[in-house]
């Protein structure tokens, strides 16, 4: 994970180049003007935000949290709090959200988990996938791997493996899902 003042460059670089302001930027962003400021100061972008920012533009999200493009081979694993702050998700419409990924833009799933013991449903399918756990917790399951993420953690992976998600606790889980084919 790149340190988040390198995050932080290359947002302003994106909005520079994109000619905006930051007083504007936060004004389409919906989050106040000093609030902004003080993220693009300390790098500490929620990654709601983010993600907002990357739509916004229509850039690779990964390739502006990582500064690499999101080819991935198997699984990235970002941790709430490993860069950046997740903090209750200010700013956060689904409505805006929308991942680009070769020139096609694909739609928010947002899923709801009850408390199970079943075995996750394996499933494969092409392109690649973005989960992130916006309430409660849950295993992302792999053929042979299990990874728990808790609320603000996210991961990318490759679902040409054989993967599923199921509740990690006593608790309803939410989370955002995402698949660029």
């Known amino acids: ?46 990654i709601s935000v983010i993600y907002e920012i990357a739509n916004k533009f229509g850039v690779d999200f990964n390739e502006l949290i990582t500064g690499e493009p999101s080819h991935i081979d198997t699984y990235q694993v970002v941790r709430r709090g490993q860069g950046k702050t997740v903090s209750r998700f200010p700013g956060y419409r689904f409505k805006d959200l929308a991942f680009r990924y070769s020139n096609k833009i694909m739609q928010p799933l947002l899923v709801t988990l009850e408390p199970s013991d079943e075995p996750a449903e394996l499933v494969t399918h092409t392109g690649q996938e973005f989960n992130l756990v916006l309430k409660g917790s849950i295993d992302v399951v792999f053929e042979d791997k299990v ?4 609320e603000g953690d996210s991961v990318y992976f490759n679902p040409t493996y054989p993967h599923g998600q199921r509740c990690h606790g006593d608790s309803k889980a939410r989370f955002l899902t995402m698949i660029a084919e």
Do not use: H, W
């Open 147 to 150: 990874i728990t993420l808790n």
């Open 1 to 46: 994970m790149e340190s988040i003042k390198e995050i932080s460059a290359r947002i302003r670089e994106l909005r520079e180049v994109c000619d905006y302001t930051p007083e504007k930027l936060a004004e389409e962003l919906g989050i106040s003007a000093e609030l902004y400021a003080e993220y693009e100061q300390n790098g500490d972008f929620p």
